[in-house]
T-cell receptor
């Protein structure tokens, strides 16, 4: 079946612009995660949704970062007033279950590479 | 919070040799340890995982071992092939509300002909 998809795949923004990154999880997956991957580093957790509820946003680096999943399926990560340090690959992952199942496999999307000039 | 350290950062082996990547974690409550392979510009793909109730798991040429007492786990690839060349990430999760993963810094594996 279809995997996790993300759009756009590449985004170039001028410093100060707002951007919106989209994630389409695997159909029926309850849990959705956003990660940030800097060049040459491992992914770092940003935020977690169980259905439409944002249960953990402890990894969001500043109040310029905002995520939503209003209908419990598609999610959008928005970054306001982008800065050069926001340049990274933003990965979305989904997993079938919620409720704190800590051994659930996470399936990743291809990521959006954001470059802030 | 959880901290995962991974080494080596780069590993070069001859085709057919074995490769071993090691990770340590800090939080004794962690109970799930996946390994992901990421080719350049591609998504991380799960290659194997292990849960804390087992010490070793094998899938064809890939195996993972877990030592909960020492808080370390390792990835073993035997009979390496050029298509094994990629960056490998270990990860750990404490669980609770959502199983957010803490990743290591990655190992660039190069399999030379």
């Amino acid at each position: 079946g279809a995997g996790v998809s993300q759009s756009p795949r590449y985004k170039v923004a001028k410093r100060g612009q707002d951007v919106a990154l989209r994630c389409d999880p695997i159909s029926g997956h309850v849990s959705l995660f956003w990660y940030q991957q800097a060049l040459g580093q491992g992914p770092e957790f940003l935020t977690y949704f169980q259905n439409e509820a944002q249960l953990d946003k402890s990894g969001l680096p500043s109040d310029r970062f905002f995520a939503e999943r209003p209908e419990g399926s598609v999610s959008t990560l928005k970054i306001q007033r982008t800065q050069q340090e926001d340049s990274a690959v933003y990965l979305c992952a989904s997993s079938p279950n919620g409720g704190g199942d800590s051994t659930d496999t996470q399936y990743f999307g291809p990521g959006t590479r954001l470059t802030v000039l | 919070g959880e901290n995962v350290e991974q080494h080596p950062s780069t590993l070069s082996v001859q085709e057919g040799d074995s490769a071993v990547i090691k990770c340590t974690y800090s939080d004794s409550a962690s109970n799930y340890f996946p390994w992901y392979k990421q080719e350049l510009g591609k998504r991380p793909q799960l290659i194997i995982d292990i849960r804390s109730n087992v010490g070793e798991k094998k899938d064809q040429r890939i195996a993972v071992t877990l030592n909960k007492t020492a808080k370390h786990f390792s990835l073993h690839i035997t009979e390496t092939q050029p298509e094994d060349s990629a960056v490998y990430f270990c990860a750990a999760t404490v669980g609770g509300g959502g199983n957010k993963l803490t990743f290591g810094t990655g190992t660039q594996l190069k399999v030379e002909l």
